[in-house]
């Protein structure tokens, strides 16, 4: 990781105390497409904006949301290149753990691994921050569990999120409509609600709303 | 004489009704001359988890505490123990690594799973695995020890009698081979 000339870190402390690089990387994070997570008694939601640059895009050919292991998805906010490489890099992981005891990883462990991923980019030479956080969405013994994953490496679980563009307002909505026995069908009408709010126009909405009915 | 055969070993675990049991033999050679004979080969590696090492005693003793210091990371990240079925892959994956230098011991794996269903399995220095459902020998006294568990073993025997069992089997066994004997360490779990 970064060659003999780089080998002092990039980010580097300020004198109050931040990691400034890392705070740019909230910022490129904040500025990202909307995204959202919402953990339900039986499962875990995660939904966002699929917003093309062009209607020239072909759309199929876009996947935001992407999945590590047969029951662990993830989503993003930020840079999409970047979220491709953590992608990689916690599929692999995942891998070796099966691969090792033959079972499969636990929500816990992969997001864990993923976060010293995304933190030893904070400390080694030559190499900037991770722009994204990630939603890892996941379902394993413990049950559905939904961590938020940022920059820095630090994670954090939660029972409702969102990252991105207008995340205080989604947060605001979510905590309303938030109950901790939701069912999984009420999470995804309650996702597709929380990214109306100044997401998704109106027309969209009605297509996604009909879809789940 | 075989690198196998240098301190003489003979390890044998059985299922019962709910419960396993793990026996091994005492004696530490060097070839023919006994050295000690209260040595060590069953090595607990949590409540419900115990591992046996036959072969070369240094080896047992080397792959014993590798084995203690993976299992006790792995309690400190994942919060719980691990599975008998999951540390039987750890074993296994341990011991393919030294592929072209092997580990020369044979373990012998016994504990109790989900709902404590009783899981053993054994392996060869290289780390194939060898599940059964009823018994696992392994060591010196392999060939005497299969004869005897054969016609000794019933299955869903209760702690007590598995225990009998197992302990004459392991008895028997060692008495027709030179290299392993002088009393028998038995677990029952």
């Known amino acids: 990781m970064g060659d003999s000339q780089y080998s002092f870190s990039l980010t580097t402390f300020s004198p109050s105390g931040k990691l400034v690089q890392i705070e740019h990387a909230l910022t490129a994070v904040g500025s990202g497409q909307t995204s959202l997570g919402i953990k339900a008694a039986n499962g875990v939601v995660i939904a966002t904006e699929k917003k093309l640059p062009s209607i020239l895009v072909d759309e199929t050919s876009v996947q935001k949301i992407q999945i590590l292991t047969p029951n662990i998805g993830v989503v993003y906010s930020g840079m999409g290149p970047d979220s491709r490489v953590l992608v990689r890099k916690s599929r692999k992981q995942a891998e070796q753990y099966q691969r090792l005891y033959k079972e499969t990883i636990p929500v816990t462990q992969l997001v864990r691994e993923t976060a010293a991923v995304m933190q030893e980019f904070t400390q080694s030479g030559g190499v900037r921050p991770f722009g994204v956080s990630l939603l890892v969405a996941g379902f394993d013994d413990k049950g559905p569990q939904l961590y938020q994953v940022d920059p820095s490496g630090s994670y954090f679980s939660w029972k409702a999120s969102a990252m991105g563009k207008n995340v205080s307002n989604a947060k605001a909505f979510l905590e309303k409509r938030y109950t901790d026995d939701m069912e999984l069908d009420d999470a995804v009408h309650t996702a597709i609600l929380t990214l109306k709010e100044g997401v998704l126009t109106p027309a969209e909405i009605e297509d996604y709303l009909q879809e789940v009915e | ?189």
């Open chain 2, 1 to 189: 004489m075989s690198i196998f055969e240098y301190n003489g070993s003979a390890l044998v675990a059985m299922v019962g009704k709910n419960c396993f049991a793990i026996a091994s033999d005492r004696r530490l050679g060097v070839q023919l001359q006994t050295v000690a004979t209260d040595f060590q080969r069953i090595f607990k590696i949590h409540d419900k988890l115990f591992v046996g090492l036959s072969g070369l005693a240094t080896d047992a003793q080397t792959l014993y505490q590798r084995l203690v210091f993976r299992h006790k990371l792995y309690q400190l990240r994942e919060e719980r123990d691990m599975k008998p079925e999951t540390f039987a892959s750890l074993v296994s994956a341990i011991l393919y690594e030294k592929r072209f230098g092997p580990y020369f011991c044979q373990p012998v794996i016994a504990g109790l799973g989900d709902e404590d269903k009783p899981f053993i399995c054994t392996m060869d220095s290289i780390g194939a695995k060898e599940l059964a459902k009823d018994f696992v020998v392994a060591g010196t006294a392999s060939e005497s020890l299969y004869g005897a568990c054969e016609s000794m073993f019933k299955p869903d025997m209760e702690p007590e009698e598995l225990f009998e069992t197992i302990s004459q089997a392991l008895l028997s066994s060692v008495d027709r081979d030179c290299l392993s004997g002088w009393g028998g360490h038995v677990y029952v779990v």
